[in-house]
């Protein structure tokens, strides 16, 4: 039988900014349960709220002791999944993803975003969460409805690659910052270590395809999973899909080439599950296939692919 899993949002079950390979598991889990995790906003003090007591006393204890490593994001793992090895792959449904901040943040910062030369007046700000009524409020008054989801999951990179800096989203998943990876949506990631050594972090609470400024919503929120190892699927990169629809995933530094993988992995994907020729495929990709901009920010940008299952 299946079991539940909590992690607790101590230091201790946290990095600051990195995922590796050589970390100890923070928890031990068997194939098919569910795990339930905190994270934090990405950023260090300077992105708290004017009124500091507004921070939780475990968002302060991790800011206090963890030690910062290549990138701001607090990331929750590894999780060690039994019975999973190299070549198989970790089938992460995601479940449930939900505020446990009373705040966010949104900043332009120096030489980051997609106009880091025409926005230099740098500046950051607060929005208020309303999680009853699933809404933030800007300073300016505008409600945007909330849409919260985990800009970073992933397994741990392969040992080779040693400690890789949180920012750029590769093979192992990790940055994506996908907004389409949310509650219902089931995310596949190859395997490179024994264990898998799942990551989840980085809260977001709403954030536009492109996610062009630098930053989504940075805020808190508890998210629920199911890990699941999966020995009959074989992947090489990140794959997923939510009840309606697949969904390819590219990164690269070149967005056309992060295009062209969004494409190649889609047409893979429904030559798996179907009948069709890789023509076909690709031919039907150009009618029903919506490449979007996933975001523009994070070193290796991101393409995806939306196609709907009912087209295959």
């Not at 940075?218 to 199911?226: A, C, D, L, P, V």
Request: glycine letters at 10%; one cysteine or more.
């Amino acid at each position: 039988m299946a079991r539940h899993h909590t992690i607790s949002s101590a230091p201790e079950n946290m990095v600051w900014g990195y995922l590796d390979s050589a970390l100890d598991p923070v928890v031990r889990i068997a194939s098919g349960d569910t795990v339930t995790l905190t994270s934090f906003p990405a950023g260090g003090k300077e992105c708290l709220p004017p009124d500091a007591s507004k921070a939780p006393a475990d968002y302060m204890a991790a800011l206090d002791t963890l030690q910062q490593g290549g990138g701001p994001h607090f990331i929750t793992g590894p999780v060690y999944v039994e019975g999973a090895e190299p070549g198989d792959t970790l089938q992460v449904d995601i479940l449930e993803a939900k505020p446990t901040m009373d705040w966010g943040f949104v900043a332009i910062l120096p030489l980051l975003g997609t106009l880091p030369d025409e926005f230099t007046d740098y500046e950051t700000i607060h929005p208020a969460i309303d999680a009853a009524r699933n809404v933030c409020t800007l300073p300016w008054g505008v409600e945007i409805e909330l849409d919260p989801f985990f800009g970073i999951m992933g397994v741990a990179p392969p040992p080779a690659w040693g400690r890789c800096a949180s920012p750029v989203p590769r093979a192992f998943g990790g940055n994506m910052d996908n907004k389409e990876l949310k509650p219902g949506a089931t995310l596949y990631l190859p395997v490179f270590n024994k264990g898998a050594l799942f990551f989840a972090g980085d809260g977001h609470g709403v954030q536009g395809d492109g996610e062009v400024c630098i930053t989504a919503l940075e805020m808190g929120i508890e998210g629920t999973f199911r890990l699941t190892v999966r020995k009959d699927m074989a992947i090489e990169f990140p794959f997923a899909e939510s009840e309606t629809h697949l969904m390819s995933i590219g990164l690269d530094e070149d967005l056309d080439d992060a295009a062209k993988q969004a494409v190649r992995e889609m047409v893979r994907h429904v030559c798996l599950r179907s009948n069709l020729t890789r023509n076909e495929a690709y031919m039907l990709c150009s009618l029903a296939g919506n490449l979007r901009v996933t975001q523009l920010v994070d070193g290796n940008k991101g393409i995806h692919m939306m196609l709907p299952k009912s087209a295959i």
